[in-house]
Each structure stands twice: as C-alpha cells, then as structure tokens.
C-alpha cells in the first residue's frame, strides 16, 4: 500500500465537510475566549515576558533544576524513575504494574503518552488501559490519534460521537450532548473505581517543593490520582518550573490562553503519597521523568521549543491547522505526528526525528499569529525558519540536515538561479527587461497572466506580468520636488487612557466570579449556616452525606458517610483558602480531609469564611500548608467539558452542581 | 512641518520588477512629506524568499550585497513592505548569528530600517497628507508588518487622513492572505483556502479597493480576484497618499 502524502491529506481534510465546520468552530470559539480572558490583563505582554523569562532560565539550567526537583520529590516520598528514551518509560511502567498485578489502567491525558505511542505498549503487554478525559476517550474508542493537543476529539461532529456510543456501548444512538456526557460518565466511573492502576501526566513540576501540578476540567486528572491505589505519573524532563510563586504565574496564562478559562476546573497539587492518617489518595505514587530527545533539542538551536506548557493556543491560533486539524500533520513514512500544529511542527522535527517530519514546518505561511497567541511568547516562526535551515541537530556536535528539508527540487533550483542574478545587478536587470518580454508574450492582452495548475501559483490565481520597464530603469526620469511647505499635519497623540476599575470587596469579586462560572453563592452568617444547609439538603431529600472535618460541623439531621462510597450524592467540606479574582476554592487533602468527599458526589457543598479568602492564586500558593499536605486542589466551578462540538456540558467525572457557603 | 531629509530607498524586488508605478507613488508621497529619496541601483533582492524557504546559503549572499550597497550610503532606509523590512531588521541579524563581523554589520543596517508608514507616521511625525479618495477603502494588515514590525496603527491613521475616504474595517482583518513567499507555491491547497476566506471577507465590506502595504499580499489577493472575475481592486497606501 502507499504512503498517504502530507499534501494528499491536506486535499483531504480540505474536501471534509464535517472536518471544516468542526475546525471553523473551534478556531472561532477558542480565539473569542482567548482574548476575552486577557481583556482583563492589561499587562498581557510584560506576563507573557515574566513566563518566557522564567522558562529560558529553566531550560538553560535544566540539570540544575532537575536535580533539585528529583531531590525534593524523592523526599516527599513519591519514587522517581528517569527514562531516557520511550522504550525506558514503557519498560519501567511495565514493572511497576507487574509488581501490582495490574490489569486495568485508569489514564487521563497526557501527550507525552501519545509522543512515546504509550498505549500502544501497554495493550502489547496484555494491560487493558482506558483513556478517560471524555476527547481522549472517544478517539481511543474509534482507534484513533488526537486531532487537536486540548480537544483531541476537535474533529468530530456530534452524530458522529453518537453513532460510535451506539456501535461500541450498546446505547441507543443519540445527538444529545448532555446524554452521551452522562454515558461516559458512567462507564468511566466504574474504571476509575475499579483500575490497579492510575496513570497521569503531569502540567507542571515545581523544582523547590516538588510538588507535580495537574490541570483538568473533567475531574478525571483528580480521579486517576486519587482513587487507584497506585498512581504513575508521566513528565518530560523540560516541564519544570521554579517556585510555587512561577507556578501561580503560569496557572494565571495557561487555562486563559488554552480554553479562555481564568482557571481550570481543577487544578490539582500533588505533593506525597497518601500519608499514615489520610482517608484516601493513592498509596504509592511514582513519576517517570522522560527525557527522549529533550536533552538533544536543548543543546539545539530549537531549545525555546522546550518552553512550551501545551496550551494549545497555537493551534486554535493557526491558519493552517484550522484547514487540517491535528490528524493531517504527516511524516513522509506516513504517520501522524505526535506534535501537531505550529508548536508540532517543531517538536516532531525536533524531538523525534527531522527527516521524517521536517516538512511540516514548510507548511506555514510564518504569519505569526502562532507566536501572538503563545502565553510563553515562543518565536514559533523564528523556529519554524530554523527547522526548514536544516538547524534542528545539536549545535555542539555541530549536526545538521540539509537546508531546505522539504523544498521541491524545482524550487530550490528556482531560487538558486535567482541568488546568482541577484548578485550581478547588471545580470539582474537584464533578467527583469526578458521576464517582462517573456510576460508580454505569453499574455499580450492581460496584466495579471493564467499559470497552469501544477505552478501551484496557478491553482487559484493569476500571476502579474513582469514590467519591461523595471523600477531601476524608470528611476532616472523621476522628477523629485521636495515639499518645504507646511500642508501637513502632525500626528496627535492617541494613546488611549485605560479607565481605573473601581475597588470592589475580596466577598463581592468572589461571588460575582463564581456566579459567572454558575454556581451559587449563599452569603449568610454563621449562626445560620447549619440550619440553611439542613433545608438546601432536605428539599434535595439527601439523606447521607460524605464529609471533611470542617463540614461534619454544620451537618445537621443526615447520615454521615466515612468510606469512599460513590452512592453517596453530596459531599460537604470545609475550603482552606478561596481566590477572590478566579472564584476559586482551595481545598487541602490529608488526616480527617478527604479530597474524594468533593469529587465522587453529584453535589459538592463547600463552606468558605469570608475572612479565608484572599485576593490571588499566588496568595494561595504562597501558604505553607499548599506545601505541607498530600496534596491539594483548586476548584474552579463544576466539573466541565466542551470536548463534543466545543459545546460546554457541565458534571462529566466531578460533581455537577458546586454549592458555596459563604459565612460573614 | 520637520525640515527636509533625505532617504535611500529600498524598492523590493516585487516592487521593482512587477509594480513600478507603486515605487513612482512612494517617492511623490516621500517628496511631498518633505523627504529626498535616492536610490542606490545596485540593490537586488533582501534574499527573503530563500531565508524563509530555509537555504540560508542561497540567502546569504544576497544578505550580503544588500549589505555592502547600504553601507555606501548614509540616512534611514526606507522600504515599501513589513515583510523585507522584517526580513532587513530580524532575518539578517539570525542569519549573521555566529559571524561577528557580519552580524555587527547587519545591525547597524537593521537600525536604519523603517517600513514605509511606520517612517512617515513614527519618524516624521505626519498623520495628513492631504490625499484624496473618493469612496469606500478596507485595509488588510500583512502579517509581518503587524506581527513582526507591530506597524498597524500608523497605515491606519494615514488612511484616517485621506479625505472623502469611508474606512470600513475588513472582517477577521488579521488572517493571513496565504500568500507566505514559497508557501503560496508549495502549498497550493491551504494557499487557496486561506485566499478564498480573505476575499469573501473583503466581499462583506462593500468596499471596491482593498489597501495594503506590502506587494506580496497585493498580487497574491490581486490575482485571485483576477481568477474569480472580481472586480475589486488591491492597491498599495502609497497608491492612494499619492491621490489628491
């Protein structure tokens, strides 16, 4: 069978009705979101520098940073393994689920998964794994690669994910958004409940504390981490920041430029292993650092690659990929690169191998809008241009492909010609004067000349003749009369003045977030706190709830649940601390704190004191318990997804409604 | 109104070989703006299409001859599009990384750089040309002159000037044309996608003249419309400052 050209795929992906509503959609949506979510950043620019500033620093003192953050995760009592290439990762996993007899494994998404074809290996092994990000887990139903590094299903309609539940579930067909949700909903819990095995990737990995950061909206980056006894987290080398504080300033971009979201639904903080006196969490927790190609690329003049935090927004920003989506970035072999879109097109080339996938950086017109949307601020075109170079090798032992990777023949000789005339001006005139003539010819009637198709050029439009009279021959017959009069005028200063906000209290800003997000705020005293929850949880008839320490206080008249027992409806906990500017509530795990009492509940009830809140995430992150505990998470509204048609459904693996006791 | 000065002019080969009349328009409108241009006739070609088609050593020299010509001569540098400026003041500088003699050279060249409407708004401080142009006009921002250059509000506040000129604003404004040098060639398909959306976007203007300020986009928007039998036309903002 022969190879699938790159070009025949894109001819494909363009003829793809579905495909072009479904990529239209997304490029529209994710952008407004994008720029709504900064409008509110006045100092945008100066936040995107501070992130590229502090991921150059990371990048060249990665050895510096890896050994202080291995250190750190080691003594906080998670097992660290490093992996220099795929085949390591793959077989250091493997051991550890032989050592625990694992068969099912519970993943949520990872691309560093897709990167070292993880899945793949395992299903080899005999290990059954189930992707459970609800995008992941439909293309892994249809036997497929991710389109789109966020939305990994971007590419599908909604009839489409309805017929596959039919044919693979055994549900009734159905183009209910909503319903097919609650259907992955339910089969994915019962693999969550039941897998040996959780499996994560990582977003980030703070070097001073250790602490592996995790960022989800479904719930199910929590649920892999939390309710497997074992949980394997997988992180490339490069994912490091700093400081708890570097951390906040990414967390402040990253979901903004990913989904227009000021934070993700969950933002989870993952210090140790479930301690001696914790209710839940996994018991033993490892993390397999891989390295494969990393170290190569940051000895290359592509290393600002490894600074990416994939967002996404590159390929929601791109002209091309809104053509192609994420399934049409071929290798000349035929497969899909792990990586797609601007950002792909260097870390497929880069990471991987160059030969096979540096023609994927020919195909950008280097519009920049790619570099615009980068909350790194990233130069992808400046990239792009070195990758085409031939430049993708490691600078010190001076490797390098050939230039050009990718050029036609025809164009390359093209060019060639082209640099000789244009090094012997008198040659390059002369040159000029014949194309003209030669234009003349061809199209003696019509400025703008039919090319044929194969020209490319010629497949959609015309091309001008060249003038037999060249600007250089004309030069000398321009009369040239200096204006020193004074019709013109100055330019104004237009510089518009931002208009300062008014203050608003720390409460007020947090209820107002949450109300966005959908979810209730009941503002009340502290003596009326357990009778109104008494009544929120009559009127609903829930009768046993699941709690923290905190919330065990105000339940009144109802069951109390201690184990992890998923028919429970309602959850009630305690917030240490809640975000005034994202809405967010900051909930630590460990003795008498069950995570799992604000995740498997369709009901989560939070009770925040107003003199809890403080005004920032890097405020939260900056308090010595976010260190301290287990973990801990950040929850910013109900579970979410918008995996299905960019169509937002709320309740996929957390709870569906969040409930927020706000006491004076 | 700033004293007299005097500029080289760097045409652009597109400029120079395809649309003379743009570089006539451009050195009335310099003149009329108080400006002396010259025009050193031994430059080329900047080199673009080879730096970006990735042969850096087809590139170089090129590079290298704009170079040495510039260097004869003294005041800024004035170019009719964002993308060989870009190429002037960003590619030049990349492609001398690792040869410090070169590099220092392609500096001070870079410095002297202005694209067209970032000199006469920037540098000259000029907003009013008292140009004339009867009817509606829509501008379409090249990528590199946003992007690269951040040069959107000075094209913009020239066209304000122009009298009895309807601006109306281009929708989804900032999508690439398709036009990307080699691109346009190599990738013919995504190449006319892109076009396809930029011309349907100037349909919903109701504008007949398109505007832009750099030659690349010009004939490549301009030749699909040609393709299509439209009749809007492309023309360049020196085109329309020169119109009175």
Redesign the interface.
């Known amino acids: 069978m022969s190879v699938k050209t790159f070009r025949e795929r894109i001819r494909e992906s363009i003829a793809d009705e579905n495909l072009q509503i479904a990529l239209d959609g997304n490029a529209r949506h994710r952008t407004l979101g994008r720029l709504e979510a900064f409008s509110a950043f006045p100092d945008y620019q100066e936040r995107r520098e501070r992130l590229h500033a502090i991921k150059a620093d990371v990048i060249s003192h990665l050895d510096k940073y890896l050994e202080q953050f291995i250190a750190r995760v080691t003594a906080n009592g998670i097992q660290v393994h490093r992996a220099a290439d795929a085949q390591a990762a793959i077989r250091i996993f493997l051991e550890i689920a032989r050592e625990h007899n694992a068969n099912l494994v519970a993943k949520s998404k990872s691309m560093l998964s897709e990167e070292i074809n993880f899945n793949h290996a395992l299903e080899a092994a005999g290990l059954k794994v189930v992707e459970t990000d609800l995008g992941e887990y439909i293309v892994q139903l249809r036997g497929e690669r991710p389109s789109h590094i966020l939305t990994p299903a971007v590419h599908l309609r909604r009839g489409q994910v309805g017929q596959l539940f039919h044919e693979k579930l055994g549900v009734p067909y159905t183009e209910d958004i909503p319903e097919m949700v609650a259907t992955a909903r339910h089969v994915l819990r019962e693999v969550f409940l039941n897998a040996e095995l959780g499996v994560s990737g990582v977003n980030f990995g703070v070097a001073e504390t250790g602490t592996l950061c995790l960022v989800t909206n479904e719930g199910n980056g929590r649920m892999v981490t939390n309710l497997p006894p074992v949980h394997v987290a997988l992180m490339g080398i490069e994912r490091l920041v700093p400081t708890l504080d570097d951390l906040a300033q990414f967390l402040m971009l990253l979901p903004r430029s990913a989904t227009g979201q000021k934070l993700s639904a969950y933002t989870s903080l993952i210090n140790s292993p479930k301690g001696r006196l914790d209710v839940d969490g996994a018991r033993e927790r490892h993390l397999i650092l891989v390295d494969n190609g990393r170290l190569a690329l940051q000895a290359s003049p592509l290393a600002e690659s490894l600074y990416c935090i994939r967002c996404g927004a590159c390929l929601n920003a791109c002209p091309v990929f809104r053509e192609i989506s994420g399934l049409a970035y071929l290798g000349k072999d035929g497969s899909i690169a792990p990586y797609p879109g601007p950002i792909g097109s260097v870390l497929s080339p880069g990471l991987l191998n160059c030969e096979n996938y540096g023609q994927l950086a020919q195909a950008s017109t280097l519009c920049g809008a790619c570099k615009e949307a980068c909350p790194v601020n990233i130069d992808l075109p400046e990239l792009l241009l070195r990758v085409r170079a031939g430049e993708a090798g490691e600078k010190s032992k001076n490797q390098r492909h050939d230039e050009g990777i990718g050029i036609p023949p025809i164009v390359k000789l093209g060019l060639m010609v082209y640099r000789l005339a244009g090094g012997i001006p008198p040659l390059f005139s002369l040159g000029q004067w014949l194309g003209g003539l030669i234009s003349r010819v061809y199209s003696p009637r019509h400025k703008y000349m039919r090319l044929p198709a194969w020209t490319g050029w010629g497949y959609s439009k015309e091309f001008p003749r060249l003038e037999t009279q060249a600007f250089r021959t004309r030069w000398k017959g321009i009369k040239q009369e200096v204006n020193s009069g004074d019709q013109s005028i100055r330019k104004a200063d237009i510089t518009p003045v931002p208009e300062p906000k008014p203050a608003r209290s720390l409460a007020d800003q947090f209820t107002e977030e949450l109300s966005l997000l959908g979810v209730k705020v009941y503002r009340l005293p502290e003596m009326d706190c357990k009778a109104s929850l008494a009544e929120f949880l009559n009127e609903r008839t829930i009768e046993q709830v699941c709690v923290d320490s905190v919330g065990e206080n105000y339940v009144n008249g109802v069951a109390i649940v201690r184990t992890q027992d998923p028919t429970v409806r309602a959850g009630v906990t305690g917030v240490f601390v809640g975000i005034a500017d994202t809405g967010s509530l900051v909930l630590v795990g460990g003795e008498d704190s069950p995570l799992t009492a604000s995740l498997l509940p369709d009901i989560h009830i939070a009770i925040l004191k107003e003199s809890d809140l403080v005004p920032t995430l890097a405020d939260a992150l900056a308090k010595p318990e976010i260190q301290s505990a287990t973990a801990a998470v950040v929850i910013t509204g109900p579970s979410r997804t918008a995996d299905i048609e960019m169509t937002l459904t709320i309740g996929v693996h957390g709870p569906k409604e969040l409930h927020v006791f706000l006491i004076s | 109104?700033p004293?007299?000065e005097t500029v080289q002019l760097f045409?652009t080969?597109l400029?120079?070989?395809?649309?003379?009349s743009i570089?006539?328009a451009l050195?009335h409108v310099l003149?009329?703006?108080?400006?002396?241009?010259e025009?050193p006739?031994?430059?080329?070609?900047c080199?673009q299409?080879?730096?970006?088609?990735?042969?850096?050593?087809?590139?170089r020299?090129?590079a290298e001859?704009t170079i040495q010509v510039f260097e004869k001569t003294t005041g800024e540098i004035i170019i009719p599009s964002g993308s060989c400026a870009a190429m002037l003041k960003y590619g030049y500088p990349?492609l001398f990384e690792g040869d410090p003699d070169w590099l220092a050279k392609a500096r001070l060249l870079a410095g002297r750089v202005h694209e067209f409407t970032e000199y006469l708004?920037d540098v000259r401080?000029?907003?009013?040309?008292?140009s004339r142009w009867p009817g509606k006009l829509t501008y379409h921002p090249s990528?590199?002159l946003?992007?690269?250059l951040g040069v959107d509000?000075q094209p913009r506040?020239l066209l304000a000037?122009v009298k009895d000129a309807e601006i109306v604003e281009l929708p989804e404004r900032?999508?690439?044309c398709?036009?990307?040098?080699?691109?346009?060639?190599?990738?013919?398909?995504?190449?006319?996608?892109?076009?396809?959306r930029k011309i349907s976007n100037l349909e919903k203007t109701g504008s007949p003249t398109l505007v832009v300020c750099d030659t690349g986009c010009l004939?490549?928007i301009?030749?699909?419309l040609?393709?299509l039998d439209k009749g809007q036309r492309v023309v360049h903002i020196a085109q329309v400052l020169d119109t009175r």
Do not use: W, Y
């Not at chain 2, 400029?15 to 003379?20: A, G, I, L, Q, R």
């Not at chain 2, 006739?41 to 070609?45: A, F, G, L």
């Not at chain 2, 691109?183 to 006319?192: I, K, N, Q, R």
């Open positions: 109104m004293e007299t045409i080969c400029v120079d070989s395809f649309f003379p570089g006539e050195v003149n009329r703006a108080g400006v002396r241009v025009f006739v031994e430059q080329t070609c080199g299409p080879a730096f970006n088609a990735g042969l850096r050593s087809q590139a020299p090129l001859h990349e708004v401080g000029i907003s009013d040309l008292g990528c590199h946003l992007r690269m509000r506040l000037g900032t999508d690439c398709g036009f990307g040098g080699v691109f346009s060639v190599e990738h013919p398909e995504l190449s006319a996608e892109f076009l396809k004939m490549h301009q030749g699909g040609h393709r």
